[in-house]
């Protein structure tokens, strides 16, 4: 299906998709992002979903998005998420939900494995339509989860 065939029916595999040209400076250190469903992939506005792969040391820097919720579904591994001034464990299983305007992050706790999710923006079509916000790196008093 060519990428901006908006069948009803839209379907793709995430091996299809290219990860994000996501950078640093914007707060997404070695994350391998894909945006399976976007606006312009699926036609629709109201609704982006994503597939991450953290390996051993990556991390989504503290952020918000201004025009959309947010949730998260952690498939495997060992990851630290945080939203506002908290960090909880997420082991695989965990799921965040997280209202726009919300400042939030996630780390991989694992030295060894990577962490793998999948989550969505509501209300928005893309990245850009969720006014996505870098805030900072995680700083030492953000670090509230040990790692193993």
């Known amino acids: 299906m060519a990428e901006n065939d908006h069948d009803p029916g839209y379907v793709v595999h995430v091996d ?3 990860p994000a040209p996501v950078r640093l400076a ?3 250190r070695d994350m391998d992002i894909r945006f399976v469903v976007t606006s312009d992939r699926s036609g629709s506005d109201e609704i982006t ?12 820097e ?3 998005h201004t025009n959309a919720d947010e949730f998260l579904y952690v498939i495997s591994g060992s990851a630290a998420i ?3 001034d908290r ?6 299983g965990t799921v965040q939900y997280i209202p726009r305007g919300v400042v939030h992050w996630l780390r991989n706790l694992d030295p060894d494995e990577p962490v793998y999710l999948v989550g969505g923006y ?3 079509g893309s990245l850009e339509a969720s006014g996505y916000e870098f805030v900072s790196e995680i700083t030492p008093e953000y670090r509230q989860v040990v790692t193993p």
């Open 16 to 18: 299809d998709v290219d």
């Open 26 to 28: 914007d707060g997404w």
């Open 49 to 60: 979903f994503f597939r991450t792969v953290f390996p051993p040391g990556a991390a989504h």
């Open 62 to 64: 503290r952020h918000l």
């Open 82 to 84: 945080g939203a506002g």
């Open 87 to 92: 960090e909880h464990p997420a082991p695989a």
């Open 122 to 124: 509501v209300g928005a």
